[in-house]
């Protein structure tokens, strides 16, 4: 594929087309993947969104990107910024997240494609600063932000999830461009 906003060594970012939505459906239905969420996502919610997404890029050029492997062409999941304004005290803000396949978990996928994508969203997009959140047991999602030299902010509890105890407590980390 050439359409790509930005590559990194392995993974090429771009973004959403129609035929990714299934393959997003079947990522974000499977429970392993969705273990730190409330629950598994339906059809209809990952297709609306995946719509969320496409307008980002369309407003701001980014979103949380589809990604694929460039050796392979194959979709994995995605990786990218979003702009997220929750009830806290360091919203509104710009997010990095990921969300892969579990056949693409441990290839050091989403350490390489969020330090591109870090890396874009400071030289590229000029953006002042960027967070990272996770629930605190998420251990996962919390060493590939400190993997990514993002650096630990505050604990917080989540707004959203405050009636899932479970998945409440969370970590806030962020970075900001090299001086």
């Not at 273990?35 to 339906?42: G, I, K, N, R, S």
């Not at 990921?98 to 030289?123: M, P, Q, S, V």
Request: glycine share 6%; aromatic share 12%; proline share 4%.
């Amino acid at each position: 594929m050439s359409n790509y906003v930005f590559k990194s060594q392995r993974l090429g970012f771009r973004n959403w087309i129609e035929t990714d939505i299934p393959k997003m459906v079947t990522i974000s239905s499977d429970p392993d993947v969705m273990e730190f969420f409330p629950d598994v996502a339906t059809p209809e919610q990952t297709r609306e969104f995946i719509q969320r997404l496409q307008t980002s890029y369309n407003n701001k050029g980014y979103c949380y990107f589809a990604v694929d492997r460039l050796d392979t062409n194959e979709f994995i999941g995605f990786i990218g910024l979003l702009g997220q304004n929750y009830e806290s005290e360091f919203t509104p803000c710009v997010d990095i997240g990921w969300r892969l396949g579990k056949k693409h978990w441990g290839l050091g996928f989403a350490t390489e494609g969020a330090r591109r994508c870090l890396e874009y969203g400071f030289k590229e997009l000029k953006l002042p600063q960027i967070i990272s959140t996770a629930p605190a047991i998420n251990r996962k999602s919390i060493h590939v932000m400190e993997k990514i030299g993002m650096t630990k902010r505050l604990d917080f509890i989540h707004s959203r999830l405050t009636y899932n105890k479970r998945l409440q407590n969370c970590m806030c980390y962020e970075a900001r461009p090299a001086d």
